[in-house]
């Protein structure tokens, strides 16, 4: 069955709700494009998008059906995010002062996209999600469409933030607020990790 208009515009209208919402994803690429500049900010936004449109195809496949059921692995996976993401967390805290030249946290496409899958808790809301508004089974052109408009909206949301905060006159402003962005950019990310890891015990 093709996807309708308003399921599309209900399904990025909560992305957008998600994206605008203050998080670890914005924090971070906002720190990377005042701390490294336009090249590397891209990258790492451009991994940012494939990485939370990861778990988009992930619930479309299944996978969280298969976590409501195996609530082991989603504690495992929890684990692993939560420690992954403090271990960024300190990284940055700790290159706060350090010069630019210093790398404050990993680099690269590969980070962002470790970053946005570090929180396996979206595949549980993209489950739910798809369940109430495309009640009938993705078709490979169905589905197609859905990950791709959100994939677009992902790409286009980072790409504009980084070239935004890298315009030369908004970044010779931040650079000055270096060491307290990074330092903010560090509690964010590493609450984040807290929360997840305290969900497990809690």
Do not use: C
Request: hydrophobic share 60%; glycine share 10%; aromatic share 10%.
């Amino acid at each position: 069955m093709p996807v309708t208009a308003a399921q599309l515009a209900l399904v990025l209208g909560a992305q957008v709700v998600a994206l605008a919402t203050p998080g670890p994803a914005l924090v971070s690429i906002s720190q990377k494009a005042i701390a490294e500049g336009r090249g590397p900010a891209l990258m790492f936004g451009l991994g940012l998008g494939f990485g939370a449109t990861s778990w988009v195809l992930a619930s479309m496949l299944g996978l969280g059906l298969v976590l409501h059921r195996f609530p082991a692995l989603l504690m495992a996976m929890t684990l692993l995010g939560g420690g992954y993401l403090i271990y960024i967390a300190w990284a940055i805290w700790r290159h706060a002062n350090a010069p630019l030249a210093e790398t404050a946290a990993p680099n690269g496409f590969w980070a962002g996209y470790r970053l946005n899958v570090s929180n396996p808790k979206p595949i549980l809301f993209f489950s739910s999600l798809f369940l109430s508004v495309f009640p009938d089974p993705f078709t490979l052109a169905s589905g197609a469409v859905v990950y791709l408009s959100m994939l677009a909206l992902e790409l286009s949301f980072f790409t504009a933030v980084a070239l935004t905060l890298t315009t030369p006159r908004i970044r010779a402003r931040a650079l000055r607020a270096k060491p307290v962005i990074d330092r903010v950019a560090a509690v964010v990310i590493g609450a984040l990790g807290v929360w997840l890891l305290w969900g497990l015990v809690g």
